[in-house]
């Protein structure tokens, strides 16, 4: 089993900047992408970037330029930089992993809150 808890939530002021973790327990071994999402308050759960195993990344044309996903295999953990927060960035940040026969993986979410 696979297990992902988000971690690095906060109240960020526009234009600061946020890391969140995605710490994984049991193997990643059959997870072809990894992933983060987000979903705001009345809003459907939305696709903010992708990883891949091989490295490719994808990213939500509203993030393109100012997030960053990552990850460090030795710490089993995927990393989501965030930086220029902008208000619509508000939402919760949820980590997924994708297994090709079990399905999705997902945590439990952290809050993100952007504003002044």
């Known amino acids: 089993q696979v297990q992902l808890v988000e971690s690095g939530g906060d109240l960020v002021q526009p234009g600061g900047s946020l890391r969140l973790s995605c710490a994984a327990s049991?193997?990643?071994?059959?997870?072809?992408?990894m992933a983060w999402y987000r979903q705001a308050p009345g809003k459907q759960r939305e696709l903010v970037a992708s990883?891949?195993?091989?490295?490719?990344?994808n990213y939500a044309d509203s993030v393109k330029g100012r997030f960053a996903i990552s990850r460090d295999n030795a710490k089993n953990t995927v990393y989501l930089q965030m930086n220029s927060l902008k208000p619509e960035d508000t939402a919760v940040y949820y980590c997924n992993a994708m297994h090709p026969y079990q399905g999705a993986y997902w945590g439990q979410g952290t809050q993100v809150t952007v504003s002044s």
């Open positions: 990883l891949t195993r091989s490295g490719s990344t």
């Open positions: 049991g193997s990643l071994f059959s997870i072809t992408i």
